[in-house]
T-cell receptor
Framework: KAGVTQTPRYLIKTRGQQVTLSCSPI?????VSWYQQTPGQGLQFLFE???????NKGNFPGRFSGRQFSNSRSEMNVSTLELGDSALYLC???????????FGPGTRLTVL | GENVEQHPSTLSVQEGDSAVIKCTYS??????FPWYKQELGKRPQLIID?????GEKKDQRIAVTLNKTAKHFSLHITETQPEDSAVYFC??????????????FGKGTHLIIQP
């Protein structure tokens, strides 16, 4: 089976812009979670989607949003980018009924 | 919310020796504890996990122990090899299934295997 894929892999934006990142889960996985990884804060949970519904959300401002499509692919959007949003954004997929989360390669976002 | 503390932040061991990484968690409702290995520039990869109804789990050179009373869990790597060099993260969640709870991660341990 193909693993979790994320596009794009690298992105450079300027402050105030918005960005959309995409994640395709492992085939058959219907839960998609998003995490932000920075050197200072480590890995932090953003939100989780299942069946096109957000089931859980971490402690991030409303500028961070997401959605999931009927084929389980997910997107996350960050509006009004700030310098501090520079990070590696990772998505992970899970089978319902399993706790194991499988991570994608991440999207490296740089905000200038 | 849940808080996970991980120690040490850096661990250097001689090849062939054992390495131990320790984590504590705050929420007694957490019952799923995975460990991830992340090599430089790569994605985190699940190496072992444990649920709260189990005290210890082994997979070849890797073992995880859990003390639910003390809210401690540890990763043990025996007979370390150069390819074990990486950053290791512990995590905790409620474990209701399907990723719904979100994982709370420790800050990571940079394991360096000295030849």
């Amino acid at each position: 089976k193909a693993g979790v894929t994320q596009t794009p892999r690298y992105l450079i934006k300027t402050r105030g812009q918005q960005v959309t990142l995409s994640c395709s889960p492992i085939s058959g996985h219907r839960s998609v979670s998003w995490y932000q990884q920075t050197p200072g804060q480590g890995l932090q949970f953003l939100f989780e989607y299942f069946s096109e519904t957000q089931r859980n959300k971490g402690n991030f401002p409303g500028r961070f949003s997401g959605r999931q499509f009927s084929n389980s692919r997910s997107e996350m959007n960050v509006s009004t980018l700030e310098l501090g949003d520079s990070a590696l954004y990772l998505c992970a997929s899970s089978l319902i009924g399993s706790n194991e989360q499988f991570f994608g390669p991440g999207t490296r976002l740089t905000v200038l | 919310g849940e808080n996970v503390e991980q120690h040490p932040s850096t661990l250097s061991v001689q090849e062939g020796d054992s390495a131990v990484i320790k984590c504590t968690y705050s929420d007694s409702a957490s019952n799923y504890f995975p460990w991830y290995k992340q090599e430089l520039g790569k994605r985190p990869q699940l190496i072992i996990d444990i649920r709260s109804n189990v005290g210890e789990k082994k997979d070849q050179r890797i073992a995880v122990t859990l003390n639910k009373t003390a809210k401690h869990f540890s990763l043990h790597i025996t007979e370390t090899q150069p390819e074990d060099s990486a950053v290791y993260f512990c995590a905790a969640s409620m474990g209701t299934g399907g990723g719904a709870d979100g994982l709370t991660f420790g800050k990571g341990t940079h394991l360096i295997i000295q030849p």
